[in-house]
C-alpha cells in the first residue's frame, strides 16, 4: 500500500538555549504520517541537529518501535560496546543506560568510541519525570570553536585512548558489551575494529581502543569535536564514587576511563574545561510524554539530567558512518 501525500510541515520553533521543537497535531495514523513525512524529518535534523517533534503521541514500545525503524528506513542498529547496560524492547530498540538517577550523564556522542558509530539518534518519552532528565543536546562545532586552541591541538594530533576494564559489578559486563558469552568471538570483534584486549585472571577483561577526537561530517565535511573524552573519564564521576571505585579496582582497574592518545593522563582542569564549554552550549527542553527526538549524531552530543519519579526513553541508532580520520590501528599502552 503506497504512503499517503506528506502535507506541508509548521515551522520548528527554534529559540536560544532550547531544543528545537516542531509541534505537530495528532494524526490519525502515526505510522502512515511518518512514512509521508520522514524525508521531511530528516532534513529538519540536517538543519537544526536535532528536533524534537510533539505530538505524535507516541504512547507504547510497540508503537514507538515501529517508529523509529520507519525512520531509520529498516533494521536498526545494534548496540554494541555498551559503557551501561541496557533494556531491550525489540530489536535496535533499547532503554536508555542505566545510570544512577541522581547522576548526570554529561555530554557525548554515542559510541563514539566505535569504527562506525551511528549518525541518527532516536528517543521516544513513553514516561517523563516527575522533575529534570532533560536530554540536552549540543552543537560539535560551535563546541570545538570554544576550547582552547591549545587543547584541541593536542587532542586533534595525538587522538584520544580510551581504557575499560569490564567487570559483572559495574557498567556493563564484557558478555553485555559485545552481545555474546563466547570469548573467541569477542576476540574476533576486538581484533576486527582496532581494540588491543587482555583477558585478567579473575575472567574479566580490559581493552583499550584509540581514536580520533575530532571529525569531519560526512555530510556537510564540518570539523566536529565527537568524542567522549569528558563523559567516560575519572574526573566526571562524583568524587565519592570515584573514590570508591578506585578503592575496590585500583587505578588501573576503573571501569572505564579516558587519556590523551600517547596514554597521558587527562587532568581534572581539561575535564572541567570540557564540561564548561559543553554547558555554555547546551540546548533543553523537558520531555513531556509521546514525545519523539531526532539527534544527528556526529553534529551534536547529548547528555541526560539528573532526575526524580519513573522515567522511561527508549532509544533507537541508525546511518553507521565510517568517519574521516577515525584510525585503523590502536594508539600508544595506556599507563
Known amino acids: 500500500m503506497s504512503s499517503p501525500a506528506p502535507t506541508t510541515l509548521p515551522e520548528a520553533t527554534v529559540q536560544p538555549g532550547r ?50 525503524r520507519q525512520l531509520a528506513g529498516g533494521a536498526l542498529m545494534r548496540d554494541t560496546e555498551a559503557f551501561a547496560a541496557r533494556e531491550t524492547y ?46 540536552g543536546v549540543s552543537d560539535a562545532s560551535a563546541v570545538l570553536e570554544a576550547l582552547p586552541a591549545a587543547m584541541v591541538e593536542r587532542f586533534e594530533r595525538e587522538g584520544w585512548l580510551l581504557t575499560r576494564s569490564y567487570n559483572d559489578e559495574i557498567g556493563a559486563s564484557w558478555a553485555e558489551a ?43 565535511g564540518a570539523r566536529c569535536w565527537f568524542n567522549q573524552i569528558a563523559f567516560l573519564n575519572e574526573w566526571t564521576l562524583a568524587p565519592e564514587v570515584r573514590e570508591y571505585l578506585i578503592d575496590v579496582y585500583g587505578e588501573d582497574g576503573l571501569p572505564f576511563n579516558t587519556r590523551y592518545g600517547n596514554g597521558d593522563p587527562v587532568g581534572e582542569d581539561v575535564v572541567a574545561t570540557l564540561n564548561e564549554v559543553y554547558e555554555a552550549h547546551t540546548a533543553r527542553e523537558p520531555w513531556q510524554p509521546g ?45
Do not use: K
Not at 547522576?103 to 539518534?121: D, F, K, N, R
Not at 581502543?209 to 569531519?216: E, G
Not at 527526538?293 to 553534529?299: A, G, K, Q, T
Open 19 to 68: 531544543t528545537p521543537i516542531l509541534p505537530v497535531n495528532p494524526p490519525d495514523d502515526t505510522s502512515s504520517w511518518i512514512a509521508a513525512h520522514t524525508t521531511a524529518l530528516r532534513s529538519l535534523v540536517a538543519t537544526h541537529g536535532a528536533i524534537l517533534i510533539r505530538g505524535l503521541g507516541l504512547g507504547g514500545a510497540d508503537q514507538a518501535a515501529a517508529a523509529l
Open 90 to 135: 525489540a530489536d535496535g530498540v533499547y532503554s536508555s543506560s542505566a545510570w544512577p538517577p541522581n547522576q548526570p550523564m554529561c555530554m557525548h556522542h554515542e559510541l563514539s568510541y566505535t569504527l562506525a558509530p551511528p549518525g541518527m539518534m532516536m528517543f521516544v518519552c513513553l514516561t517523563a519525570p516527575a522533575s529534570g532528565g532533560v536530554t
Open 178 to 220: 559485545f552481545g555474546t558469552g563466547d570469548r573467541g568471538a569477542v576476540e574476533e570483534y576486538c581484533r576486527a575494529n582496532a581494540i588491543d584486549f587482555a583477558w585478567q585472571s579473575d575472567g574479566g577483561l580490559r581493552t583499550r581502543q584509540h581514536r580520533s577526537a575530532v571529525v569531519r561530517h560526512p555530510a556537510t
Open 291 to 335: 514525545d519523539l527526538m531526532l539527534v544527528d549524531n556526529i553534529r551534536t552530543a547529548h547528555s541526560r539530567e539528573p532526575y526524580d519519579g519513573p522515567r522511561e526513553i527508549l532509544v533507537g541508532m541508525s546511518d553507521p558512518q565510517q568517519l574521516s580520520g577515525t584510525p585503523s590501528v590502536s594508539g600508544p599502552a595506556a599507563r
